[in-house]
């Protein structure tokens, strides 16, 4: 399998900063990477995909970089409604998996 | 609108079968092309992809299961079925059922989730 490593696992962070998270492939992915966004009780919610495409309905805030095995997730400006988790999966290669996940607190 | 809605028994105890239910609103997965899909989300929240079902026929499972895990469905109602046998406590996770995208080509992404199912396993 794949592995996915997020880093940082945990980040604090105010209202209007720039927050970038990585995740790594253990080996080339191509652009075959999405992005999720995860809240406390709730299911994972598709933010992007093929690395950097933007899922319909998600705010412009939101980017995604890279190829081959390094990837980011860039919140331009951080809204209240961003405080949440956030995971990363590869489907470049059988079996689907996922990073471990990156946890955005509030400072 | 695509709605999911996984439904489980809360409780199993060790060695048994797990089974859980998702029930599909917004369009017929008899319609054929997508993915239907497992993931369970363990207590520390990481994500694992168990396996899915195409077209109703084929299923693709991850190998770390071992062979204890069926996946299956009731066209008729719309439902699909997850059974994971000889559970432990290492089982205990939230299972989600999720659909992809619509790419007809494996591996996939998933952009509708249902709300999850919580099943603890304990006796």
């Known amino acids: 399998d794949v592995q996915m490593t997020q880093s940082p696992s945990m980040l604090s962070a105010s209202v209007g900063d720039r927050v970038t998270i990585t995740c790594r492939a253990s080996?080339?992915?191509?652009?075959?990477l999405a992005w999720y966004q995860q809240k406390p009780g709730k299911a994972p919610k598709l933010l992007i995909y093929?690395?950097?495409t933007l899922e319909r309905g998600v705010p412009s805030r939101f980017s995604g970089s890279g190829s081959g095995t390094e990837f980011s997730l860039t919140i331009s400006s951080l809204q209240p409604d961003d405080f949440a988790s956030y995971y990363c999966?590869?489907?470049?290669?059988?079996?689907?998996?996922f990073g471990q996940g990156t946890k955005v607190e509030m400072k | 609108q695509v709605h999911l809605q996984e439904s489980g028994p809360g409780l199993v105890r060790p060695s048994q079968t797990l089974s859980v239910s998702c029930s599909v609103s917004?369009?017929?997965?008899?319609?054929?092309?997508?993915?239907w899909t497992w993931v369970r989300q363990l207590p520390g929240g990481g994500l694992e992809w168990l396996g899915y079902?195409?077209?109703?026929?084929?299923?693709y499972y991850n190998p770390s299961l071992k062979g204890r895990l069926t996946i299956s469905e009731d066209r008729s109602k719309n439902q699909l079925f997850l059974n994971l046998t000889s559970v432990t406590a290492a089982d205990t996770a939230i299972y989600y059922c999720?659909?992809?995208?619509?790419?007809?080509?494996?591996?996939?992404?998933?952009?509708?989730w249902g709300q999850g199912s919580l099943v603890t396993v304990s006796s």
């Open positions: 999966q590869q489907y470049h290669s059988y079996s689907e998996t």
């Open positions: 917004g369009i017929s997965i008899s319609s054929g092309g997508y993915y």
């Open positions: 999720a659909r992809d995208s619509g790419r007809a080509a494996r591996p996939v992404y998933f952009d509708r």
């Open positions: 079902i195409f077209n109703g026929v084929t299923t």
């Open positions: 093929s690395a950097s």
């Open positions: 080996q080339s992915i191509s652009q075959w």
